[in-house]
Nanobody, 123 residues
């Protein structure tokens, strides 16, 4: 069993900042890429940022220069520092991780999702 638990969402004023956290736990052999996605009501889920096990990062164009993704490997945790937030970025933010885990069939890699954390940017 593998779980991803997010925290750090909430209400923030336009131009403000939030820091999201996501921690993976359970039967983890290794963690490959981790990332953040977001989904607003009626819209498709979209990539925000990802980071590989080697620390290579990738960002959506709309967040470059304002958001920073980072990992704390020892704690199996990924962070998303979000600065200068806009109302259009109101959404549920989901953590994603590609995790190698032990199963009855051996060692396998799967994609896992967290339950999501709401970010609301409003005055």
């Amino acid at each position: 069993q593998v779980q991803l638990v997010e925290s750090g969402g909430g209400l923030v004023q336009p131009g403000g900042s939030l820091r999201l956290s996501c921690t993976a736990s359970g039967s983890i052999f290794s963690i490959n890429a981790m990332g953040w996605y977001r989904q607003d009501q009626g819209k498709r889920r979209e990539l925000v940022a990802t980071i590989t096990s080697g620390g290579v990062t990738n960002y959506a164009d709309s967040v470059k220069g304002r958001f920073t993704i980072s990992r704390e490997f020892v704690k199996n945790t990924v962070y998303l520092q979000m600065n200068r937030l806009t109302p259009e970025e109101t959404a549920v933010y989901y953590c994603n991780a590609i995790i190698t885990t032990t199963t009855k069939d051996g060692i396998r890699s799967y994609g896992f999702w967290g339950q999501g954390t709401q970010v609301t940017v409003s005055s």
